[in-house]
C-alpha cells in the first residue's frame, strides 16, 4: 500500500547573533508583553527532540542575518559565533549581514562552517562566477530535496560599500528558473525547497512568478507568520527575529510533491532545557565580554524597541542623542529592524550595543530643503513600492527634528504632502544641518560639507543616558499618514 513520506524542516531565520535569552516583545490581548526567550542552547534542544522524532527526517536551514548583531559576535567578525553553529548541525544557510565584514572575512566563516552557504545571485566581479554555491541536494526520509539559496540582493545597492567590495548581486529570479527545471529534470528531486533572505512580500510575488517551487523559507522582513501562505502552490514561511521563535513545517510527499502540511511556530521560552554542550559554548563566547556588557549606565522610563514601521522608541533614543551631541537642526539613521527590545528598567552596555552594533561614527552634513525632500521621498519609495521587488530596505527611515505628512498609496516621488523642520514648513532653498549614522542615514549623493564626528555612536549614546540618568523617548508622530 502506497504512504507519503514524511519530512521536517525546522527554519530559523534573522537570529541577528543573539545566543542567549534576551527580553522580546509580544502582543497578547491589545497589550505589549515582555518575556524572555531565545538562545541557541535552547534552539539545539528543539533541533535534538525533532531528530530523536525522525531520526533521518529532518532537515535543519538558517536564512541567514545569523553572524551579526552581538557585541562578542561583532567583534570577532562573527568568528565567535561559528562552534555554536556548527554544533547545531545544520544543513545550510543563506546570507545578508554577513557581508558586513566583507566577502573577504565570509569566505572565512564559511570555510570553517561544517555546511554550506548558498546563494544563486551572489558573483565575483572578476570572472562572473558564483562566490558560493547556488543549490544542493540531500537526501532525507527517504526523499532527495533541491535546496537553492537567494542572499538578499541589496548588499551593493543600498548598504555600505565594503559590504560588497569585488561581488555584485541579481535579484536572483532569472536564475531560479534554470536551476529548478536541473533539480527536476536531472536530479530528479521530490522536493524543491528555495532558502531565501529576499522578504516575505517579495517571496510571495517569487511564488506566484516562479513555478516548481514546493516551499519558500522566507527571511528578512522579521515576520512571525502563525501560519504559512501558500502562493501558487508554494508553502511560505517566516519565524520571526532574534531567535525568539523557529518554524517547524511537517509535510507529507507523494508522487505529486506535498500532499499534506501542517506548520508549528515554536516560541523558543525559558522553559526550554538549554542542551549543555550548547550553554557550555555560550558561556565561553560571553565570559570575556559578560563583566562589561553587563555595566547599567542608566534607566529607561519605555520600553525601547524597533518593531514600528514609520517611527519607533528605540530609535528615537539614538536620534535624540544625536541632537543632543550635535546641536544639528535634524537627525536621521537607517530603519533598522534588528535590536533586541529594551523593558521598561535598567539600561546597560549591552544594550547600548545592541542598538547599534556596528558603532559608527556620529557624522553630520548640510542639506537644502530641496534634497531633503527628495531623500524621504527615496526612502518611502525604497519602503512602500508597490513592486516588492523594489523595495530595497528595513523600516521607514528614522527621522527627528521633522515631521511630515504623507500619503503611502502616491506613485513614487508624490508621497509627502507636507513637511515641516522644527515647528516652520519646509524651505526647499534653505540650508539645514542634519545629524546621522552610516550612509544609509544619509546617502552620499545629499548634502554638502559631510564630516565624522571624532566620537561614535555607543559613546554618544552611553553619555546621553548617563546625562539623563532617566530616558523616555516618546513616539511623536514623526511620520504620520494622511
Given amino acids: 500500500m502506497y504512504e507519503p513520506k514524511r519530512l521536517t524542516i525546522i527554519q530559523m531565520n534573522d537570529t541577528h547573533a543573539y545566543y542567549d535569552l534576551h527580553p522580546e516583545l509580544f502582543l497578547e490581548n491589545g497589550k505589549e508583553v515582555f518575556r524572555d526567550c531565545g538562545g541557541y542552547a ?33 567583534q570577532s567578525k562573527g568568528e565567535a559565533l561559528v562552534p555554536i553553529m556548527n554544533a547545531l548541525q545544520l544543513d545550510a544557510m ?55 539559496g537567494i542572499a538578499e540582493h541589496i548588499v551593493d545597492k543600498t548598504m555600505p560599500p565594503e559590504f560588497s567590495e569585488g561581488v555584485y548581486f541579481t535579484r536572483g529570479t532569472e536564475e531560479l528558473p534554470h536551476i529548478i527545471a536541473t533539480l527536476r529534470t536531472v536530479d530528479r528531486v521530490d522536493l524543491v525547497v528555495v532558502l531565501s533572505h529576499f522578504g516575505f512580500p517579495q517571496d510571495v510575488k517569487l511564488a506566484r512568478e516562479v513555478d516548481g517551487i514546493d516551499i519558500i ?28 521563535h523557529v518554524g517547524r513545517l511537517d509535510v507529507e510527499v507523494g508522487f505529486c510533491g506535498v500532499e499534506h502540511f501542517e506548520h508549528r511556530l515554536i516560541e523558543v521560552t525559558e522553559e526550554v532545557t538549554p542542551d549543555p554542550d550548547v550553554a557550555k559554548l555560550v558561556t565561553e563566547l560571553e565570559k570575556p565580554y559578560k563583566e562589561k556588557l553587563d555595566e547599567v549606565v542608566g534607566e529607561t522610563g519605555v520600553a525601547l524597541h524597533r518593531y514600528g514601521q514609520l517611527e519607533s522608541t528605540m530609535d528615537n533614543f539614538l536620534l535624540e542623542a544625536l541632537l543632543w551631541e550635535t546641536e544639528a537642526d535634524v537627525a536621521f539613521s537607517n530603519g533598522w529592524r534588528y535590536g533586541a527590545p529594551i523593558a521598561p528598567g535598567p539600561i546597560t552596555m549591552r544594550d547600548i550595543w545592541n542598538i547599534i552594533p556596528t558603532n559608527p561614527p556620529v557624522s553630520v552634513v548640510m542639506l537644502t530643503g530641496a534634497e531633503i525632500l527628495s531623500m524621504l521621498e527615496e526612502n518611502l519609495e525604497h519602503t512602500f513600492a508597490a513592486d516588492p ?29 507636507d513637511l515641516f523642520i522644527g515647528d516652520e514648513r519646509l524651505d526647499r532653498e534653505r540650508t539645514y544641518k542634519g545629524a546621522f549614522v552610516t550612509v544609509q542615514g544619509v546617502p552620499k549623493k545629499y548634502g554638502k560639507n559631510r564630516s565624522n564626528l571624532t566620537v561614535r555612536a555607543v559613546d554618544v549614546l552611553r553619555k546621553y543616558v548617563e546625562e539623563c540618568q532617566v530616558v523616555s523617548p516618546r513616539l511623536r508622530g514623526t511620520v504620520t499618514v494622511v
Avoid at 523594489?390 to 506613485?411: A, S, T, W
Wanted: net charge positive.
Fill in 42 to 74: 535552547r534552539i539545539a534542544t528543539i533541533l535534538k527532540e525533532a531528530r530523536k522524532e525522525k531520526p533521518d527526517g529532518v532537515l535543519a536551514l538558517d536564512n541567514g542575518d545569523t553572524f551579526h548583531g552581538t557585541y562578542p559576535v561583532v
Fill in 94 to 148: 543563506t546570507a545578508h549581514w554577513e557581508y558586513a565584514y566583507g566577502p573577504k572575512q565570509l569566505e572565512k566563516l564559511v570555510h570553517y562552517l561544517k555546511y554550506p552557504l548558498l546563494a544563486c545571485n551572489c558573483y565575483l566581479k572578476q570572472t562572473d562566477e558564483l562566490m558560493f554555491p547556488s543549490h544542493m541536494t540531500i537526501e532525507r526520509a527517504g526523499l532527495k530535496i533541491g535546496v537553492i
Fill in 217 to 244: 523559507l522566507s527571511g528578512h522582513t522579521h515576520h512571525t507568520l502563525r501560519k504559512p501562505v501558500v502562493e501558487n502552490d508554494t508553502i511560505i514561511m517566516q519565524s520571526g527575529c532574534h531567535g525568539a
Fill in 389 to 417: 521587488y523594489e523595495q530595497m530596505g528595513g523600516y521607514m527611515k528614522r527621522c527627528l527634528g521633522l515631521k511630515m505628512y504623507v500619503k503611502l498609496e502616491n506613485p513614487p516621488g508624490m508621497r509627502v504632502q
